[in-house]
């Protein structure tokens, strides 16, 4: 089992990055329901600001780190 402890730290970062995010999906229009006591309209504005702030920046800043330089000459 020893040969394996960095797949074992990839696969413990991912569940907790995946189950952190789908926290934040649920978690986010729960609370501005409840607290905020949004309408439905409002909570699914919410929701596509999110996917609209998702194309806007997750996507290009992913292309940044992935084309860059790796490691330093």
């Known amino acids: 089992m020893r040969g394996h402890a960095d797949f074992r730290r990839l696969w413990s970062g ?3 990055s995946q189950s952190g995010s789908a926290m934040g999906m649920v978690a986010l229009p729960v ?3 409840t607290v905020l006591e949004a309408s439905a309209f409002e909570v699914a504005l919410l929701s596509a600001l999110t996917a609209v702030a998702t194309a806007l920046l997750a996507f290009p800043l992913g292309r ?3 084309f ?6």
């Open 14 to 16: 991912s569940a907790v």
């Open 31 to 33: 609370v501005a329901v």
């Open 64 to 66: 940044h780190v992935e």
């Open 68 to 73: 860059r330089r790796k490691r330093p000459s």
